[in-house]
C-alpha cells in the first residue's frame, strides 16, 4: 500500500510570491490534515479536510487556505509569502477523521521563502 | 485546549541504556495521547497511542509508555537504546472524535556508542 505523498519536496520562492504544496492520502483515506513544522515554533496545526469540507483551522492568517478534491487529494496555498513562512509542511492522513484511528504521515515539502 | 509540555530539548543516552523522554499534558476531557518520531527529512512515524484502554501501552522498536491520570503524565521508555533509536520523539494530545494533534516541542535523542 502506498504511502502519503508530497510533492514538491523542496521549493525556493520568494517573498511576496504565493505557493501551492499537493498531498495525496493513502487510498480509501477521506481525512487530511496539514502541519507547518519549525524549529521555533515546533509543530503547529494548520487545517483539517474530510469528505472535501474543512473540518478544522488552526490559528494561521487568511493567507494559508486549503482545499480537497473528490478524490480526497489535497492542495494548501500560501499567498504573498514571508520570510517566517519558511518550514517543513507535512500532511497526514487518516481513514476518517477520528482520533481512533492512526494519522498516517508524508514526508513533507521543505519551503524556503528567500 | 489541549496541550503537552516535553522538557529537556537534547536528550543522550549511552547505548544499552535506559530510555526516557517525559510528557505532560493538560487537557479538560479525557485525553487521546500519542508518541511520534522523526528521523532526518522524514514525517512523523508512530509510535504508540493511548485511547482510554490499557494504561500501559507497548508500542514499536520496544517502546512503551503509561498514562497516569494523577500525574498527568504519559512518559515515553525503552529499557535498552539502540543506535538506530537516535531521532526526534513528540508527544501529542488530541481528544475523542478530533483529529487535531496539539504536539509538545519535542526531544532529540542522541544515541552514545
Known amino acids: 500500500k502506498a504511502g502519503v505523498t508530497q510533492t514538491p519536496r523542496y521549493l525556493i520562492k520568494t517573498r511576496g510570491q504565493q505557493v501551492t504544496l499537493s498531498c495525496s492520502p493513502i487510498?480509501?483515506?477521506?481525512?487530511v490534515s496539514w502541519y507547518q513544522q519549525t524549529p521555533g515554533q515546533g509543530l503547529q496545526f494548520l487545517f483539517e479536510?474530510?469528505?472535501?469540507?474543512?473540518?478544522n483551522k488552526g490559528n494561521f492568517p487568511g493567507r494559508f487556505s486549503g482545499r480537497q478534491f473528490s478524490n480526497s487529494r489535497s492542495e494548501m496555498n500560501v499567498s504573498t509569502l514571508e520570510l517566517g513562512d519558511s518550514a517543513l509542511y507535512l500532511c497526514?492522513?487518516?481513514?476518517?477523521?477520528?482520533?481512533?484511528?492512526?494519522?498516517?504521515f508524508g514526508p513533507g515539502t521543505r519551503l524556503t521563502v528567500t | 485546549a489541549q496541550s503537552v509540555t516535553q522538557l529537556g530539548s537534547h536528550v543522550s543516552v549511552s547505548e544499552g541504556a535506559l530510555v526516557l523522554l517525559r510528557c505532560n499534558y493538560s487537557?479538560?476531557?479525557?485525553?487521546?495521547l500519542f508518541w511520534y518520531v522523526q528521523y532526518p527529512n522524514q514525517g512523523l512515524q508512530l509510535l504508540l497511542k493511548y485511547t482510554s484502554a490499557a494504561t500501559l501501552v507497548k508500542g514499536i522498536n520496544g517502546f512503551e509508555a503509561e498514562f497516569k491520570k494523577s500525574e498527568t503524565s504519559f512518559h515515553l521508555t525503552k529499557p535498552s537504546a539502540h543506535m538506530s533509536d537516535a531521532a526526534e520523539y513528540f508527544c501529542a494530545v488530541t481528544t475523542y472524535g478530533n483529529n487535531r494533534l496539539a504536539f509538545g516541542k519535542g526531544n532529540q535523542v542522541v544515541v552514545i556508542p
Open positions: 487537557s479538560s476531557v479525557p485525553p487521546y
Open positions: 487510498s480509501g483515506h477521506r481525512s
Open positions: 497526514a492522513s487518516s481513514f476518517a477523521g477520528t482520533s481512533d484511528y492512526e494519522q498516517y
Open positions: 479536510y474530510f469528505s472535501e469540507t474543512q473540518r
